[in-house]
């Protein structure tokens, strides 16, 4: 099996690949896009997540046209552009993960011990989450709206006939611009709200 892996990668052709046509782009993909996905899942542990790594990673290969001396140099620019992105993608989330966590420790310090007082609180977090929501772009508060009534990622997918990658995706761009509009408790009930969005 070994032997026959390395006959199929010899088949690559930089004089083809360095062309950066159609046939070069089916030839980068026929080679390296699942064994970049699996590389990338291994350390970012979510398959579309890795997907987008990796498609990122083709399409900065594209734009700066680079030309390679042989092959072993083609696979380690993918490979080390990947693994940076992956890194970064960790990175980013530690963060985020740190962000939540101090959203949650300022929710519990403004948190009303008085039942009423807290339903009360949780109505006026709704209409400052509301309002957020409604200055977003038409698909976002789409999306948004029918997340914070309790549907899933993918009734959301199938209702606005798009992928659930598209949902999350979307999701993200909202949730980023949505943090810098609202309070850091009412931020955190948002997140709360699309616990089942995924």
Request: aromatic share 8%; net charge positive.
């Amino acid at each position: 099996m070994h032997k026959h892996l390395q006959k199929f990668e010899l088949q690559l052709d930089l004089k083809i690949i360095h062309r950066y046509d159609d046939e070069a782009l089916r030839m980068l993909y026929r080679h390296f896009y699942k064994a970049l996905i699996a590389f990338a899942c291994q350390m970012v542990d979510d398959v579309p997540v890795a997907e987008e790594i990796v498609q990122d990673a083709f399409c900065r290969l594209w734009q700066l046209r680079n030309t390679f001396k042989n092959e072993n140099t083609l696979k380690a620019y993918l490979y080390n552009t990947v693994r940076n992105a992956s890194i970064s993608h960790l990175r980013h989330m530690q963060v985020e993960n740190r962000r939540i966590a101090q959203y949650e420790k300022e929710y519990k310090l403004m948190n009303p011990k008085d039942e009423s007082e807290m339903e009360m609180h949780r109505e006026e977090l709704m209409r400052q989450l509301l309002l957020a929501i409604e200055e977003l772009p038409p698909k976002q508060r789409q999306l948004f709206l029918m997340a914070v009534k309790g549907m899933t990622g993918e009734e959301i997918a199938r209702e606005m006939n798009i992928s659930i990658d598209g949902v999350k995706k979307q999701r993200q761009r909202g949730i980023a611009k949505l943090r810098m509009m609202l309070r850091p408790d009412a931020f955190l009930l948002l997140l709360l709200l699309l616990e089942k969005t995924g």
